[in-house]
């Protein structure tokens, strides 16, 4: 059965930075695309970026664009989301999943993590 555990929220203050892991269980990890997508209270779930299976493709939100930066390591069958100068808009659950398909600006996400808390303050 195929699992992801996410980790590295937090409450940070607005312009901090915070690093997000995702470790997938199992031996599929390395064939598939993947993506983080966060969910607020009250809000719709946003994607917020994507990379291909090799990570040789990256695709972003607009508002993460030039500070989020997502990465993968297979070897460890690991997804990265590293956040930069965040702001209140950020807090938000991040979820980590596979990807049925390709990467790309509106994945079609499959299985997901049980997602970690980021709240960033004012």
Avoid: H
């Avoid at 997508?37 to 990570?55: D, H, L, M, N, T």
């Amino acid at each position: 059965q195929v699992q992801l555990v996410e980790s590295g929220g937090g409450l940070v203050q607005a312009g901090n930075s915070l690093r997000l892991s995702c470790v997938a269980s199992g031996d599929t990890f390395s064939v598939y695309a993947m993506g983080w997508f966060r969910q607020a209270p009250g809000k719709e779930r946003e994607s917020v970026a994507s990379i291909s299976w090799s990570g040789s493709r990256t695709y972003y939100a607009d508002f993460v664009k030039g500070r989020f930066t997502i990465s993968r390591d297979n070897a460890k069958n690991t997804l990265y989301l590293q956040m930069n100068d965040l702001n209140t808009e950020d807090t938000a659950v991040y979820f980590c999943a596979y990807i049925d398909g390709a990467a790309g600006p509106k994945p079609d996400f499959g299985a997901w993590g049980q997602g970690t808390q980021v709240t960033v303050s004012s």
